[in-house]
């Protein structure tokens, strides 16, 4: 009996040794990392999740989040009502009833990354380490168009790291950002997703889109930390869903055939108005020309010889006139002989003939 007894104690000595051990580990390790762990996308966003007991927690403290820097924490940003302000990069909203406070980081950038701080008036809540790196995939905004009872598919890429995440669309909504499905599915029955690990792409679909269905959506993730159990989530792409009926869609290709043809009327006027202009400019050169050409003509033809006739009754005639045989009339002048006779003379030559 006392042997057993004694048995049963040194195993419990060992047991006790054993789990004294494994809690130091596991509080050296929690104090050597005390900063939850965050990661995000340069471009992209992220949601940070802090709680606190709201019992222990006077409501009426104020709810801030800071940037550790040594010994100094710079506050980012305080308590707003609504999480999504278009003009801020950073925001938080604070939800006493369950003790959450929840950190809105947009435009991320790698001079984001570092440790950070939840805050009630003084007194730190939780610590957060950040790390924002670059991914070739992601960060971006785009926009896409769905027509009014038709299917919208918005694509969605994310960074290998999140393969083991859960997927998640999210929609600004009155100043939140409301997820579009939960553990158990979708909110919305017309909504649906569909994930490809391999790829890392998931796909939601939009069935019957209606009205409502136009807005600002975010691609994402929701991340848990190992450590402590607290989501958060890295927002990867920016999607503006535009939502148009058929009338204004055909009042636009419309509106787009107008231009096209008002553009192809402006071009051919444009070049028959250039063909006409070189058109006449090569006929008024020619006419000029031809002007040019008849003057010389008409100058050569008009030219007067005169020719001297001696009392003997010879004529004799200017050399250049009898080179040029296309004279109509040749000019000659009668020399009084020297008895003159009653009255005088003129004797007028014709142009020989060839």
Not at 47 to 74: D, H, M, W
Not at 188 to 209: A, G, M
Request: with cysteine; net charge negative.
């Amino acid at each position: 009996m006392y042997r057993f007894t004694e048995t049963r104690v040194l195993s419990s000595v060992k047991m006790m040794k054993t789990l004294l051990f494994f809690t130091i580990c596991l509080i050296k390790g929690h104090m050597g990392d005390d900063a939850d762990a965050v990661t995000g996308i340069s471009g992209g966003s992220v949601i940070i999740n802090c709680l606190y007991n709201p019992e222990t927690t006077k409501e009426q403290r104020a709810k801030s989040f800071c940037k550790v820097s040594g010994s100094e924490c710079t506050t980012m940003t305080e308590e707003n009502n609504d999480l999504w302000i278009p003009e801020e990069r950073f925001s938080l909203t604070d939800d006493n009833t369950v003790g959450l406070i929840s950190v809105l980081i947009r435009n991320l950038t790698v001079n984001d990354s570092g440790t950070y701080r939840c805050k009630a008036d003084s007194k730190s809540i939780q610590e957060k380490k950040l790390e924002v790196t670059e991914e070739s995939c992601c960060g971006t905004s785009e926009e896409q168009s769905a027509y009014l009872g038709g299917t919208a598919v918005i694509r969605c890429r994310y960074p290998e790291k999140y393969n083991s995440s859960l997927m998640q669309l999210l929609k600004l909504q009155n100043g939140s950002l409301i997820a579009c499905f939960t553990l158990g599915g979708a909110i919305d029955p017309r909504f649906s997703l569909n994930e490809n690990k391999q790829e890392q792409v998931f796909t939601v679909t939009i069935v019957n889109v209606s009205r409502h269905d136009d807005g600002v959506y975010f691609c994402g993730a929701r991340v848990t930390n190992n450590q402590r159990k607290i989501a958060y989530s890295p927002l990867f792409t920016e999607i503006q869903l535009h939502v148009t009926d058929q009338e204004q869609r055909d009042s636009s290709v419309l509106s787009d055939l107008h231009v096209i043809i008002i553009t192809v009327c402006v071009c051919l006027v444009v070049v028959l108005a250039g063909g006409l202009s070189v058109l006449l400019l090569k006929r008024r050169c020619k006419k000029t020309q031809d002007q040019r050409s008849t003057g010389d003509n008409d100058e050569e033809v008009s030219s007067v010889y005169y020719a001297t006739i001696t009392a003997s009754g010879n004529t004799s005639l200017d050399t250049s006139a009898q080179e040029t045989l296309r004279l109509n009339t040749v000019y000659d002048t009668a020399h009084l002989p020297t008895n003159p006779s009653d009255s005088d003379f003129y004797s007028l030559a014709e142009q020989p003939k060839i």
